[in-house]
């Protein structure tokens, strides 16, 4: 049975809550590896579902659920000395939050019944906000209750978006059940209007989970704020779930025949997402904010490719990977510069090469990959969306994508400079440990490996979940 | 024969303008509480045909609990917590929401006859009756303070958005255990925002969310 996969980190999670606080770790370590193990399996296809009235392994979930499985065994290393090291106060609910986040994302990687996504996006929201505010600070009260309000509003109209395709599916006299598998195949039949508007509603429902401007409001504050495992894992595999949301919608748009409304719909948030994440890069005073308005424009990256479709959506795919990859590493970089520095300004750090300078190596390359440089992939993804997109003909859109590169990689290029090599300054706080810089180097080295080589398999499903919107070649 | 499903709807519409002008967070909460109830029985009686069968008539219980109980009691705790009696100073006045509110209503006949849905019996009035809860509810959440009207906000908004559905779709696509996660989802989000809403009052020492100003760029 697939739901082993989210029911296995749901009891593990009580059952640390249960356990005494010192083997709550040791609990987040080996929910990690057998999550992994149970995803291995499933993309072995040795599972079947349970309920495939709810579930399915579709290739795009299949795709999420793998990456956030392996960023979260690397997440789960670095929590293992980062709840010791900074004494946490509730390291309990840290570690059972955690386990029913990886849960939670799992559910929605496999969900096939609309709604079932919906409700697995949502308890999303509400299983990490606990881990925004662990520290229990003034500024992490005001970002979790933003966090939660907008996100459980933004979703509450994404509620509605389904309601609508279920409406469409009235109008157009279909009995059959409500899952995304048995509507790709009726969806000409469904109403037009309707499922454009539901369409509508489920971008920005969705899109506000994702990142996408200008429903972004809470991200920056969410991930700032978060303790940095909390903000590697959301920024790395939260934002995935919501676009797999997205994309499930786009895809049966496009069975439905509507694929030119729903692309423009997509690369218009794009655009917007890529302009709003690099205009607050430019000046940005507090790195781990410049990270999530970089995640910002990244996702926008995303929607932009998968809008365009062709070339540029596989890349779009490829894109998603390496950015969960590298955002989590330098996620993790930022929690050991934090941890050692013991401020957010980036203006107040400096010379990391000389204090810290195993994080200095993980974090300097973490910046070369999310400037697009080689060797690591976003370079190969976002050259793809390029050519996709002037394959495309969208001359004017690649202008705005490429000065939105330009911009987000001169607004980080300075902060990283100047905290990389600037004036030292001394690092009074916690020293660098071989598990918290290891999971970060684990997972640059993971991007780095794909871009050369990547699995057979891994290609194979990357084809199979852009197969229905005309594949590569579309 | 008085028809029961529009004296329910309009009950609801009553409801949504008078938490528009209510001053007492206590009144809102127990307005809440009527709300969920009516919003609740309201698919029993528009497909009134028929019978619900016994797993049905269980998640009706079941949703009549949390949202005419649970929920208002978890409410009713955080007020008496935050002791926070009234909303003073609203965004948007008081005779200025009830009017919105009106103007909402009308805007929703508005567009729920322009768009001409062939809807059973009875459903369109339903729609209108959503709509407006699903506005008010925005309204709500945008023109009051208080963190604790904002989750009476979201809370009518989830309460129109859950109407919409009822009005529009047909039964036959209702699985109760999917349904059941979307109200237990609505329960845990409410509880989750309590515990926040406590702490940001013993952080502040008010639940204004004008405090929550810090975080910007």
């Given at each position: 049975?697939?739901?082993?996969?989210?029911?296995?980190?749901?009891?593990?999670?009580?059952?640390?809550?249960?356990?005494?606080?010192?083997?709550?770790?040791?609990?987040?370590?080996?929910?990690?590896?057998?999550?992994?193990?149970?995803?291995?399996?499933?993309?072995?296809?040795?599972?079947?579902?349970?309920?495939?009235?709810?579930?399915?392994?579709?290739?795009?979930?299949?795709?999420?659920?793998?990456?956030?499985?392996?960023?979260?065994?690397?997440?789960?290393?670095?929590?293992?000395?980062?709840?010791?090291?900074?004494?946490?106060?509730?390291?309990?609910?840290?570690?059972?939050?955690?386990?029913?986040?990886?849960?939670?994302?799992?559910?929605?990687?496999?969900?096939?019944?609309?709604?079932?996504?919906?409700?697995?996006?949502?308890?999303?929201?509400?299983?990490?906000?606990?881990?925004?505010?662990?520290?229990?600070?003034?500024?992490?009260?005001?970002?979790?209750?933003?966090?939660?309000?907008?996100?459980?509003?933004?979703?509450?109209?994404?509620?509605?978006?389904?309601?609508?395709?279920?409406?469409?599916?009235?109008?157009?006299?279909?009995?059959?059940?409500?899952?995304?598998?048995?509507?790709?195949?009726?969806?000409?039949?469904?109403?037009?209007?309707?499922?454009?508007?539901?369409?509508?509603?489920?971008?920005?429902?969705?899109?506000?989970?994702?990142?996408?401007?200008?429903?972004?409001?809470?991200?920056?504050?969410?991930?700032?704020?978060?303790?940095?495992?909390?903000?590697?894992?959301?920024?790395?595999?939260?934002?995935?779930?919501?676009?797999?949301?997205?994309?499930?919608?786009?895809?049966?748009?496009?069975?439905?025949?509507?694929?030119?409304?729903?692309?423009?719909?997509?690369?218009?948030?794009?655009?917007?997402?890529?302009?709003?994440?690099?205009?607050?890069?430019?000046?940005?005073?507090?790195?781990?904010?410049?990270?999530?308005?970089?995640?910002?424009?990244?996702?926008?990256?995303?929607?932009?490719?998968?809008?365009?479709?062709?070339?540029?959506?596989?890349?779009?795919?490829?894109?998603?990977?390496?950015?969960?990859?590298?955002?989590?590493?330098?996620?993790?970089?930022?929690?050991?510069?934090?941890?050692?520095?013991?401020?957010?300004?980036?203006?107040?750090?400096?010379?990391?090469?000389?204090?810290?300078p195993r994080t200095f190596v993980s974090f300097f390359a973490g910046f070369v990959g999310l400037c697009g440089l080689p060797p690591f992939g976003m370079f190969v993804s976002e050259i793809m969306v390029v050519i996709g997109a002037i394959r495309g003909h969208w001359y004017v859109s690649v202008v705005l994508f490429v000065f939105a590169l330009i911009l987000a990689v001169a607004g980080c290029g300075r902060v990283f400079m100047a905290m990389s090599f600037g004036e030292a300054t001394t690092a009074a706080g916690l020293g660098e440990k071989?598990?918290?810089?290891?999971?970060?180097?684990?997972?640059?080295?993971?991007?780095?490996?794909?871009?050369?080589?990547?699995?057979?398999?891994?290609?194979?499903?990357?084809?199979?979940?852009?197969?229905?919107?005309?594949?590569?070649?579309? | 024969?008085?028809?029961?499903?529009?004296?329910?709807?309009?009950?609801?519409?009553?409801?949504?303008?008078?938490?528009?002008?209510?001053?007492?967070?206590?009144?809102?909460?127990?307005?809440?509480?009527?709300?969920?109830?009516?919003?609740?029985?309201?698919?029993?009686?528009?497909?009134?045909?028929?019978?619900?069968?016994?797993?049905?008539?269980?998640?009706?219980?079941?949703?009549?609990?949390?949202?005419?109980?649970?929920?208002?009691?978890?409410?009713?705790?955080?007020?008496?917590?935050?002791?926070?009696?009234?909303?003073?100073?609203?965004?948007?006045?008081?005779?200025?929401?009830?009017?919105?509110?009106?103007?909402?209503?009308?805007?929703?006949?508005?567009?729920?006859?322009?768009?001409?849905?062939?809807?059973?019996?009875?459903?369109?009035?339903?729609?209108?009756?959503?709509?407006?809860?699903?506005?008010?509810?925005?309204?709500?959440?945008?023109?009051?303070?208080?963190?604790?009207?904002?989750?009476?906000?979201?809370?009518?908004?989830?309460?129109?958005?859950?109407?919409?559905?009822?009005?529009?779709?047909?039964?036959?696509?209702?699985?109760?255990?999917?349904?059941?996660?979307?109200?237990?989802?609505?329960?845990?989000?409410?509880?989750?925002?309590?515990?926040?809403?406590?702490?940001?009052?013993?952080?502040?020492?008010?639940?204004?969310?004008?405090?929550?100003?810090?975080?910007?760029?």
């Open positions: 049975m697939i739901e082993s996969v989210f029911l296995f980190p749901f009891v593990m999670g009580l059952v640390s809550l249960a356990a005494p606080a010192k083997s709550s770790r040791f609990v987040l370590a080996g929910t990690a590896a057998g999550h992994l193990l149970l995803t291995l399996m499933i993309w072995h296809a040795s599972l079947s579902p349970l309920y495939p009235a709810f579930f399915t392994a579709a290739p795009e979930g299949l795709l999420i659920l793998l990456v956030t499985s392996i960023i979260f065994v690397a997440i789960s290393c670095y929590a293992f000395s980062y709840v010791i090291e900074t004494k946490m106060a509730h390291a309990r609910v840290f570690s059972c939050c955690m386990m029913l986040f990886l849960g939670t994302m799992s559910m929605v990687a496999l969900s096939d019944h609309p709604i079932v996504l919906w409700i697995a996006i949502e308890a999303t929201t509400l299983v990490s906000a606990p881990l925004i505010f662990i520290h229990r600070s003034k500024q992490a009260l005001e970002a979790t209750w933003k966090y939660v309000l907008i996100c459980s509003v933004g979703i509450a109209l994404a509620l509605l978006g389904i309601f609508f395709i279920t409406l469409a599916m009235d109008l157009g006299n279909i009995a059959g059940p409500l899952t995304f598998t048995s509507l790709n195949t009726v969806a000409t039949r469904l109403d037009p209007v309707w499922l454009k508007a539901g369409f509508v509603f489920i971008v920005i429902g969705f899109g506000t989970k994702m990142g996408l401007a200008p429903m972004h409001t809470w991200l920056p504050d969410a991930h700032s704020e978060a303790p940095s495992p909390a903000s590697a894992l959301l920024s790395g595999a939260l934002l995935n779930c919501a676009f797999l949301g997205i994309y499930k919608t786009h895809v049966l748009m496009n069975s439905a025949g509507l694929g030119d409304f729903s692309g423009s719909v997509l690369v218009g948030f794009g655009l917007c997402s890529m302009l709003v994440g690099a205009v607050f890069i430019v000046g940005q005073p507090d790195y781990k904010r410049m990270l999530a308005y970089s995640s910002i424009e990244n996702m926008g990256i995303i929607s932009f490719g998968v809008g365009i479709g062709g070339l540029a959506l596989y890349g779009a795919f490829i894109h998603l990977i390496h950015h969960s990859l590298l955002k989590s590493s330098l996620f993790l970089s930022a929690g050991n510069i934090l941890l050692g520095f013991g401020t957010k300004q980036a203006g107040r750090i400096g010379g990391i090469i000389h204090s810290l071989p598990l918290r810089f290891i999971p970060a180097y684990a997972l640059l080295l993971t991007s780095l490996v794909l871009c050369f080589w990547m699995p057979e398999t891994v290609y194979v499903t990357i084809i199979d979940s852009i197969k229905m919107i005309g594949g590569i070649h579309g | 024969m008085i028809n029961f499903a529009d004296f329910i709807l309009v009950l609801i519409l009553l409801s949504v303008l008078l938490s528009l002008g209510s001053t007492r967070l206590m009144a809102l909460v127990k307005i809440m509480a009527l709300q969920g109830v009516m919003v609740s029985v309201t698919p029993l009686f528009l497909n009134s045909h028929e019978i619900p069968d016994g797993g049905a008539a269980l998640f009706y219980l079941v949703m009549i609990f949390i949202k005419g109980a649970l929920i208002p009691v978890l409410l009713y705790w955080a007020v008496k917590r935050v002791s926070i009696k009234r909303e003073i100073e609203p965004i948007v006045g008081y005779h200025a929401s009830i009017v919105t509110g009106l103007a909402v209503l009308l805007g929703s006949v508005f567009i729920v006859n322009s768009l001409h849905l062939s809807l059973p019996e009875g459903r369109s009035f339903a729609l209108i009756t959503a709509n407006s809860t699903l506005a008010a509810g925005f309204f709500l959440m945008m023109a009051r303070r208080k963190a604790i009207t904002q989750v009476i906000g979201y809370l009518m908004l989830e309460n129109g958005i859950y109407l919409i559905g009822t009005a529009l779709t047909k039964r036959s696509h209702t699985i109760y255990i999917v349904e059941f996660g979307v109200l237990l989802d609505l329960l845990v989000g409410v509880m989750i925002m309590g515990i926040i809403l406590n702490n940001i009052n013993t952080a502040f020492d008010d639940i204004d969310t004008t405090l929550l100003g810090q975080l910007k760029d």
